[in-house]
């Protein structure tokens, strides 16, 4: 069964820091490109950053650049999103997922909720 | 970045029958390196995380029911559903990958009239 947990979300302070972690099982998690992607309360979804299998590629959406930072770690089958310097608007589910480049966003996690506020 | 445009943003569907969900793309989407055009549709059901329903404009993944369709190139993408059913309700989303840079729909939500 393929499992993809994250971790590390909730409440700091506007300014602040945050790790974001998500293990996975039940699939080749270094064959695989992951993705977060977050959803604001009441929005839609916003792709955050990826990072490819070898995990030297990685792009995200520019409001998070210079902010955030997306690893890997292949031996571990886990996956990491380093936040700092946290805004009111990063306010999010933050999801963990699991794709590939012909077959699209494949897994799932379930979400970690970060809140930032005073 | 390119921009996805869904329309209508709100699609309230009787049961049993077809539904329509267009969705627009501010560049071509087919790449140039491949020749792939990389559009996928995904749902995200009440209270779930999202989930794939079609990948590369028209292939639907194992598991997905057929009642779901996609079309569409270039700009211009459409996901049918022939005949809805309770348990299609919730938001679709289109989402480019033909930049590393990938961007979603604001996506549209279905509910049953």
């Known amino acids: 069964e393929v499992q993809l947990v994250e971790s590390g979300g909730g409440l700091v302070q506007p300014g602040g820091s945050l790790r974001l972690s998500c293990t996975t099982s039940g699939f080749t998690f270094p064959n695989y490109w992951m993705i977060w992607v977050r959803q604001a309360p009441g929005k839609g979804l916003e792709w955050v950053a990826n990072?490819?299998?070898?995990?030297?590629?990685?792009y995200s959406v520019d409001s998070v650049k210079d902010r955030f930072t997306i690893s890997r770690d292949n031996a571990k089958n886990s996956l990491f999103l380093q936040m700092r310097g946290l805004r009111a608007d990063d306010t999010a589910i933050y999801y963990c997922a699991a794709g590939s480049v012909v077959r699209g966003i494949l897994h799932w996690g379930q979400g970690t909720l970060v809140t930032v506020s005073s | 970045d390119i921009v996805m445009t869904q329309t209508p943003l709100s699609l309230p569907v009787t049961p049993g029958e077809p539904a329509s969900i267009s969705c627009r793309s501010s560049?071509?989407?087919?790449?140039?390196?491949?020749?792939?055009?990389?559009l996928d549709w995904y749902l995200q059901k009440p209270g779930q995380s999202p989930q794939l329903l079609i990948y590369?404009?028209?292939h639907r993944p194992s598991g997905v029911p057929d009642r779901f369709s996609a079309s569409g190139s270039g700009t211009d993408f459409t996901l049918k559903i022939s005949r809805v059913e309770a348990e299609d309700v919730g938001v679709y989303y289109c989402m480019q990958r033909v930049e590393f840079r990938w961007t979603f729909g604001q996506g549209t939500k279905v509910e049953i009239k």
């Open positions: 590369m404009v028209s």
């Open positions: 560049q071509s989407l087919l790449s140039s390196d491949d020749g792939n055009t990389y």
């Open positions: 990072i490819k299998q070898d995990g030297f590629e990685k």
